[in-house]
């Protein structure tokens, strides 16, 4: 007896749209995580701060949504408590998000098979941001390459949108939020930041290149305040290329 097939050729695992929904829920379910957790204490310090410069509830929940990375969001708010035009507030967000292309680079070819359309790399790389970067990279290797992109979309806009909900709630009840308490909890993120990108770093060069930074940030500020965080990154990266470059070589 032999089994029976069903007629015509079977879906490809792209075009299979349950087993997509099926890895979607998936990656919705790997979101909710202590990784996730700590972003949402950071969304409540930044709902805190938009609601001091005079945000709406409203916007700020759309900038959730259409700014996503946190330090970027931030950067919007001050630029908007500081009075700077339109113009200008893009370029700092602008160059503000430009830290995000390694993490881009790294991630869209664990993603990317021959059958994946362009543009739903590009929609998936609005989600890239530092949480959902290190969570992807701890699990995506254990997904079908062809599942991917339906998984990391699950994760990714799981993200968005538990923070969308943060703002939503703390700006019912901010007022009531201690200062000191908002501030605190913004100060959560860069922490969590430092401690994901260490344990994720893949070359000896990121550790370097960050315990530099932690070193001559202080110093570089003493002498251009306004340019230290560009001026750290640039020192400590190329310091930290050399000493790859170098230990390559003495191996």
Same mark, same amino acid.
């Not at 709406?56 to 259409?66: D, I, L, P």
């Not at 950067?75 to 893009?90: D, E, K, S, W, Y």
């Not at 605190?184 to 994720?200: D, E």
């Given at each position: 007896?032999?089994?029976?097939?069903?007629?015509?050729?079977?879906?490809?695992p792209e075009t299979d749209n349950l087993g997509n929904f099926r890895w979607f829920l998936r990656g919705a379910v790997a979101a909710i995580?202590?990784?996730?957790?700590?972003?949402?204490?950071?969304? =409540?310090?930044? @709902?805190?701060?938009?609601?001091?410069? #005079?945000?709406?509830? %409203?916007?700020? !929940? /759309?900038?959730?949504?259409? &700014?996503?990375?946190?330090?970027?969001?931030?950067?919007?708010?001050?630029?908007?408590?500081?009075?700077?035009?339109l113009l200008a507030a893009a370029f700092a967000v602008a160059l503000s998000a430009v830290r995000l292309t390694p993490m881009v680079v790294?991630?869209?070819?664990?993603?990317?098979?021959?059958?994946?359309?362009?543009?739903?790399?590009?929609?998936?790389?609005?989600?890239?941001?530092?949480?959902?970067?290190?969570?992807?990279?701890?699990?995506?290797?254990? =997904?079908?390459? @062809?599942?991917?992109?339906?998984?990391? #979309?699950?994760?990714? %806009?799981?993200? !968005? /949108?538990?923070?969308?909900? &943060?703002?939503?709630?703390?700006?019912?009840?901010?007022?009531?939020?201690?200062?000191?308490?908002?501030?605190?909890?913004?100060?959560?993120?860069?922490?969590?930041?430092?401690?994901?990108?260490?344990?994720?770093?893949?070359?000896?060069?990121?550790?370097?290149?960050?315990?530099?930074?932690?070193?001559?940030?202080?110093?570089?500020?003493?002498?251009?305040?306004?340019?230290?965080?560009?001026?750290?990154?640039?020192?400590?990266?190329?310091?930290?290329?050399?000493?790859?470059?170098?230990?390559?070589?003495?191996?």
């Amino acid at each position: 007896m032999t089994s029976e097939r069903p007629a015509g050729p079977l879906p490809a695992p792209e075009t299979d749209n349950l087993g997509n929904f099926r890895w979607f829920l998936r990656g919705a379910v790997a979101a909710i995580s202590l990784p996730a957790f700590i972003l949402a204490c950071s969304f =409540v310090g930044f @709902a805190a701060l938009a609601l001091e410069a #005079g945000v709406t509830m %409203s916007q700020a !929940v /759309f900038m959730t949504a259409v &700014v996503w990375a946190l330090p970027s969001k931030v950067v919007l708010v001050g630029a908007i408590m500081a009075g700077n035009g339109l113009l200008a507030a893009a370029f700092a967000v602008a160059l503000s998000a430009v830290r995000l292309t390694p993490m881009v680079v790294a991630l869209v070819p664990e993603m990317r098979t021959p059958r994946t359309r362009l543009w739903v790399l590009y929609l998936l790389s609005h989600f890239v941001a530092v949480t959902s970067w290190v969570l992807a990279l701890e699990t995506i290797r254990n =997904v079908p390459r @062809a599942r991917r992109t339906a998984y990391y #979309g699950g994760l990714g %806009s799981t993200l !968005v /949108f538990i923070n969308m909900c &943060v703002v939503t709630a703390v700006y019912l009840v901010a007022r009531d939020l201690p200062p000191a308490a908002s501030a605190a909890l913004l100060l959560i993120t860069p922490i969590y930041f430092l401690t994901s990108l260490w344990g994720s770093a893949r070359e000896k060069a990121g550790n370097v290149a960050m315990a530099l930074g932690l070193v001559l940030g202080p110093i570089v500020h003493l002498f251009a305040p306004g340019a230290s965080l560009l001026a750290t990154g640039a020192i400590a990266g190329l310091a930290a290329y050399g000493w790859h470059v170098w230990s390559r070589r003495t191996a």
